[in-house]
């Protein structure tokens, strides 16, 4: 029998009331007490500059490259950073040599290797990949790795008893599943950093093109409204990629917690 509590569902009046107060405060402050568009459009001003970017069409070119940088640098985090963390977390020996490694290159702050990225792949959509899989690769290596240190003994033990005696049987029957909760964790984590990174890669002129870059761009122009819209949908983007990603890992790989498990 299931005994746990059904979460409470959260009631659309009060996220209504806040979105449409902290609306009401934006506009108010930005033409009563701040009184200049430069230092802070209001919402209005955001509301017709995006109009306008809508129609231009532009908007929709920024956002779909955006997410082409953010897909190509995540899956390769993931295709890299999971099969790497599940062997350092498995195997003493492989830990014992790229652990240092690991543990040098990972205080790196992804931005230092832009010029690489430029140098290596040009202004391209592979450059802004590469250096959102660098800020991405390392939560996930590193919630693998935690996740495979930290499954119990007799899990392994039991599975031995079961039949599981070879190292790749264990890890697909015993530790991966035991390891799922940390493997979430980091793709959640990850799917952040990568979007901050994708922001600050497209800044400072890896693509072309993007939200990031397009942010740059209207500043150097002085249209903060544009400026301020493109924040917004980076905004309201990064929410949907983090309840996507929350959402179907709660629904597939962690069932088990919510007692759905057929």
């Given amino acids: 029998m299931n005994t746990t509590k059904p979460a409470k569902k959260k009631s659309p009046v009060y996220l209504i009331i806040s979105i449409t107060v902290a609306i009401v405060f934006w506009q108010i402050l930005s033409d ?3 009184q200049n568009k430069f230092i802070l459009p209001s919402f209005t001003d955001a509301v017709l500059a995006f109009i306008a970017l809508y129609a231009s069409g532009v908007l929709w070119i920024d956002i779909l490259t ?6 190509i640098g995540l899956a390769l985090a993931l295709v890299i950073g999971v099969p790497l963390g599940i062997c350092i977390g498995w195997f003493d020996k492989i ?3 790229l652990d240092p490694l690991i543990e040098i290159i990972r205080p790196i702050p992804p931005l230092a290797w832009i010029p690489f990225a430029i140098v290596w792949f040009g202004l391209t959509n592979f450059s802004a990949g590469f250096v959102i ?5 390392f939560p996930i290596l590193i919630n693998t790795y935690e996740g495979f240190k930290s499954i119990p003994r007799v899990f392994v033990e039991a599975g031995k008893m079961l039949g599981c005696t070879k190292s790749l049987s264990l890890i697909r029957y015993i530790a991966l599943p035991a390891a799922l909760p ?3 964790a980091g793709f959640r984590i990850a799917s952040g950093v990568a979007w901050m990174c994708l922001v600050a890669a497209e800044m400072f ?4 093109f993007g939200l990031g870059q397009k942010i740059w761009w209207y ?7 544009n400026v301020l819209v493109y924040m917004l949908i980076l905004g309201f983007i990064g929410l949907l990629v983090d309840y996507i990603f929350r959402y179907g890992m709660e629904r597939s790989l962690l069932r088990w917690r919510v007692g759905e498990v057929n």
């Fill in 182 to 184: 940390h493997l979430a």
């Fill in 66 to 71: 955006s997410l082409m940088h953010f897909g």
């Fill in 205 to 208: 002129g890896v693509s072309r």
């Fill in 32 to 34: 009563y007490i701040v």
């Fill in 133 to 137: 899989f660098i800020g991405a690769v």
């Fill in 219 to 225: 500043y150097n122009l002085h249209q903060m409204d």
């Fill in 95 to 97: 830990n014992q040599l």
